[in-house]
């Protein structure tokens, strides 16, 4: 029998959360990323690493350090998939490992999981699918799963490490716990849980919300981007809920920052072109922020039209060139200037940063 121990609260130190990114992936902990097939879930994965490595700020964030990311993925080609795709993020792959495979496949209870997390130094650990990596173990089984994920718990705790589960969900509906593979066991243990889907309003633009959070208020959900042409972007706050997300519902509210952002630059340009600077004014009274207005902006097309040396944002119309005409002397903007004499004018292709 085991000699008693007991612990007085008294006696244990208080400590404060520390993130990886605040409040979606605690350090020293597991979070889980889980989503269907197709939706995301390993592209936003590695968009998280590919950032971790150059110190960038994730959203609602600021910039930090630059720290080691391991990723260890059972499904996709190093090769031709992974690293491409960190590649497409501007990686500082130099700050990406994996453990060889190749003689030895890795699971849970595997000690390389800690050895090269202290080896490295790594602040984020990425397993990606979580059920390539149980083993013999069975993974529906409370009784298996609920000794791995205590094991994988303490490793995260002892190095400072966040943990990065990405998993698939099952097709049965039922309360959002529950749609995860394997047993709840695998949700319980999870500190965090972010979940990635649709939006059912464009198919190129999918949500990450934020479901489960043991360690902070749930964090607002995240729009983003996976345009077959320009790749993946962060698109700003999106309001969605997870029944909305995993049931598929319509969720276009006006009040979602990105719908949002749309809407104001169409009604704010319908009239006519109006100087940049006003825009981003009023923008900023509608608590729109530059960077989604811009994501706004290269969405709709806007032309950048440059008179007499102040920026003007035009909508796009059908034509090869547009005229665009000198403005009244005084006035804050060119609408209703089409009797004045022609300007030279300037049209910049639509570059995603650009702030003009």
């Given amino acids: 029998m085991a000699e008693l121990k007991i612990i007085c609260m008294s006696d244990v130190q208080s400590e404060p959360v520390d993130w990886l990114w605040e409040p979606y992936i605690p350090r020293g902990a597991i979070t889980l990323i889980q989503g269907d097939g197709g939706q995301g879930k390993t592209t936003i994965s590695l968009a998280i690493a590919a950032a971790i490595t150059k110190g960038d700020a994730l959203p609602g964030c600021d910039d930090t350090s630059p720290a080691n990311v391991i990723v260890q993925n059972a499904e996709d080609s190093y090769s031709r998939t992974i690293k491409p795709k960190l590649q497409q993020f501007d990686a500082d792959t130099d700050r990406i490992f994996s453990i060889d495979e190749n003689d030895d496949p890795l699971c849970y209870q595997d000690q390389r999981i800690e050895d090269i997390i202290v080896q490295k130094n790594a602040s984020l650990f990425i397993l990606d699918p979580l059920q390539a990596f149980f083993g013999k173990a069975n993974m529906n089984a409370a009784n298996s799963v609920r000794p791995i994920m205590k094991q994988l718990g303490t490793i995260a705790e002892k190095t400072d490490c966040s943990i990065l589960l990405v998993g698939h969900l099952h097709k049965a509906g039922g309360k959002h716990q529950y749609r995860g593979l394997g047993s709840i066991d695998i949700f319980a243990a999870a500190r965090s849980v972010l979940t990635v889907g649709s939006t059912e ?101 806007v032309i950048s039209i440059k008179v007499n040396g102040r920026w003007f944002w035009e909508l796009p119309v059908d034509l090869e060139y547009t005229e665009v005409y000198e ?6 903007d060119i609408q209703g200037c089409h009797s004045a004499a022609m300007a030279t004018l300037t049209i910049l292709p639509h570059q995603e940063n650009m702030v003009v």
């Fill in 201 to 301: 309003v464009n198919e190129n633009i999918r949500a990450m919300v934020h479901n489960k959070s043991n360690l902070a208020p749930l964090g607002p959900s995240q729009a983003f981007g996976l345009d077959p042409d320009s790749g993946f972007c962060w698109m700003g706050e999106y309001d969605i809920t997870i029944d909305e997300l995993l049931n598929g519902e319509k969720c276009n509210k006006p009040e979602n920052q990105f719908a949002k952002a749309q809407m104001f630059v169409e009604n704010i340009l319908k009239s006519g072109p109006m100087a940049a600077t006003e825009i981003f004014q009023k923008a900023e009274d509608n608590g729109i922020s530059d960077t989604t207005l811009n994501r706004a902006k290269k969405a709709l097309g």
């Fill in 327 to 332: 403005d009244y002397q005084g006035s804050q």
